[in-house]
């Protein structure tokens, strides 16, 4: 290997240290609610098996929904392998509970690129189709609340993302959230603050706290082993129409075989804390290596983390391409296959991805993308395994320095 790569990489190494005492120390206290929450559920052998057609009486499936109630400390939730994504999810979460005349306030900026389409695309069945109004604030990470409280008269629901998506501004942490929830709700009692958790999950001690969270099972909370899968947690109110949205009007919750996952979904859950914590190593790694190689990183290797994302700033196109075609060659699957910039559905530019995972677009797992666009930074998620991840990252180090 590369040199220069090799000590970089040994000083990054006794850089992280510190923060490897506090990723753990997150991963002990989340893996301890997950452990308080099964038990206080009585998960048993019997829950583990599966349905199949209409998924009646699917009691796994009842009381994983309990489960992730109590872990994200909600009245509700529903978690279903039905919702394929992330944005699936979200997209539940919205139709879900906006009716025509609504409207809503992203107050974290334009929404993520996937999500777009459902927003405001015209002519396909979007919000903006069903007379639903969607804007947003301009956001650098630090929250107006004079204006956004402003803003906020009128609305129906807030809108909170908590990643950066394929922006350079910090995540939310939940405090973050949390906190501007709190201030929100203080004037505003009955507007619905909604949080796109996805990436988020598992990061910090406690799960923000809001009136509707959405995220991907392939993401923190599958830890690796769900192969598909989207969770809504929230008041129950809410989740039953989120329920209903997905499924047909008054039959929501009582459906939605499970088709034998059911002990996917609670083995992944109870590896999330730790998958996530070999992620956040992972990111952490990545931020100090490519620190001592001379490349901007958000955030800092010692910075407080939000999300298992780090983003990379590398310059310019060639080195986007190479550092994903480099991680993919240090990647446990698909890794003799060289990626390249597409038209991926959903974004406006083309984008490049190296996902060698287990599970297709499974985030948790080490993966990379990067929109071929102004300012050329790469998103870097996952690391099964620090050691996995590590060795991922460090080859893509060598991609572009070769």
């Given at each position: 290997m590369n040199g220069k790569v090799l000590s970089?990489?040994?000083?990054?190494?006794?850089?992280?240290?510190?923060?490897?005492?506090?990723?753990?120390?997150?991963?002990?206290?989340?893996?301890?609610?997950?452990?308080?929450?099964?038990?206080?559920?009585?998960?048993?052998?019997?829950?583990?098996?599966?349905?199949?057609?209409?998924?009646?009486?699917?009691?796994?499936?009842?009381?994983?929904?309990?489960?992730?109630?109590?872990?994200?400390?909600?009245?509700?939730?529903?978690?279903?392998?039905?919702?394929v994504s992330g944005t699936h999810a979200i997209a539940t979460g919205l139709f879900g509970v906006l009716r025509p005349g609504d409207q809503v306030l992203s107050?974290?900026?334009?929404?993520?690129?996937?999500?777009?389409?459902?927003?405001?695309?015209?002519?396909?069945?979007?919000?903006?189709d069903f007379g639903i109004q969607f804007d947003w604030l301009e956001f650098d990470g630090t929250f107006?609340?004079?204006?956004?409280?402003?803003?906020?008269?009128?609305?129906?629901m807030i809108y909170i993302q908590r990643s950066r998506g394929y922006t350079l501004r910090r995540s939310l942490t939940s405090d973050d959230i949390t906190e501007i929830t709190n201030l929100i709700h203080a004037k505003y009692p009955d507007i619905i603050v909604f949080v796109d958790n996805c990436y988020g999950e598992f990061v910090c001690e406690s799960e923000p706290e809001a009136d509707l969270l959405a995220g991907s099972l392939i993401k923190n909370a599958g830890g690796g082993l769900c192969p598909c899968g989207g969770y809504l947690a929230g008041k129950k109110e809410l989740i039953d129409a989120c329920a209903d949205r997905l499924f047909a009007q008054d039959i929501g919750r009582e459906v939605g075989a499970t088709l034998f996952q059911n002990r996917s979904m609670f083995m992944g859950l109870f590896m999330a804390p730790h998958a996530t914590?070999?992620?956040?190593?992972?990111?952490?790694?990545?931020?100090a290596l490519f620190d001592e190689l001379g490349f901007e990183t958000e955030p800092a290797y010692d910075a407080r983390r939000a999300d298992i994302?780090?983003?990379?700033?590398?310059?310019?196109?060639?080195?986007?391409?190479?550092?994903?075609?480099?991680?993919?060659?240090?990647?446990?699957?698909d890794s003799h296959v060289s990626p390249e910039p597409w038209d991926m559905?959903?974004?406006?530019?083309?984008?490049?991805?190296?996902?060698?995972?287990?599970?297709?677009?499974?985030?948790?797992?080490?993966?990379?993308?990067?929109?071929?666009?102004?300012?050329?930074?790469?998103?870097?998620?996952?690391?099964?395994?620090?050691?996995?991840?590590?060795?991922?990252?460090?080859?893509?180090?060598?991609?572009?320095?070769?």
């Amino acid at each position: 290997m590369n040199g220069k790569v090799l000590s970089a990489a040994q000083k990054a190494d006794q850089k992280i240290k510190p923060q490897f005492e506090k990723i753990e120390q997150t991963e002990r206290i989340c893996t301890e609610r997950v452990l308080k929450a099964f038990s206080e559920n009585r998960v048993s052998e019997a829950h583990l098996l599966g349905t199949t057609g209409y998924g009646y009486g699917d009691l796994g499936r009842e009381t994983l929904d309990r489960v992730y109630a109590s872990v994200y400390g909600t009245e509700d939730a529903f978690v279903r392998v039905q919702m394929v994504s992330g944005t699936h999810a979200i997209a539940t979460g919205l139709f879900g509970v906006l009716r025509p005349g609504d409207q809503v306030l992203s107050i974290t900026g334009q929404p993520y690129d996937t999500i777009l389409p459902t927003i405001l695309k015209k002519g396909g069945g979007s919000l903006a189709d069903f007379g639903i109004q969607f804007d947003w604030l301009e956001f650098d990470g630090t929250f107006d609340l004079d204006k956004i409280l402003k803003s906020t008269d009128g609305k129906r629901m807030i809108y909170i993302q908590r990643s950066r998506g394929y922006t350079l501004r910090r995540s939310l942490t939940s405090d973050d959230i949390t906190e501007i929830t709190n201030l929100i709700h203080a004037k505003y009692p009955d507007i619905i603050v909604f949080v796109d958790n996805c990436y988020g999950e598992f990061v910090c001690e406690s799960e923000p706290e809001a009136d509707l969270l959405a995220g991907s099972l392939i993401k923190n909370a599958g830890g690796g082993l769900c192969p598909c899968g989207g969770y809504l947690a929230g008041k129950k109110e809410l989740i039953d129409a989120c329920a209903d949205r997905l499924f047909a009007q008054d039959i929501g919750r009582e459906v939605g075989a499970t088709l034998f996952q059911n002990r996917s979904m609670f083995m992944g859950l109870f590896m999330a804390p730790h998958a996530t914590a070999e992620a956040l190593k992972t990111s952490a790694f990545a931020a100090a290596l490519f620190d001592e190689l001379g490349f901007e990183t958000e955030p800092a290797y010692d910075a407080r983390r939000a999300d298992i994302v780090q983003l990379l700033k590398l310059g310019n196109p060639d080195l986007l391409i190479k550092f994903c075609k480099g991680l993919q060659s240090g990647s446990p699957v698909d890794s003799h296959v060289s990626p390249e910039p597409w038209d991926m559905p959903g974004y406006d530019s083309k984008v490049i991805m190296a996902a060698g995972g287990f599970i297709s677009g499974s985030s948790v797992e080490i993966s990379a993308d990067a929109p071929l666009r102004e300012p050329f930074a790469v998103w870097l998620q996952g690391g099964l395994t620090f050691a996995s991840g590590r060795y991922a990252v460090l080859r893509a180090a060598e991609a572009i320095l070769s």
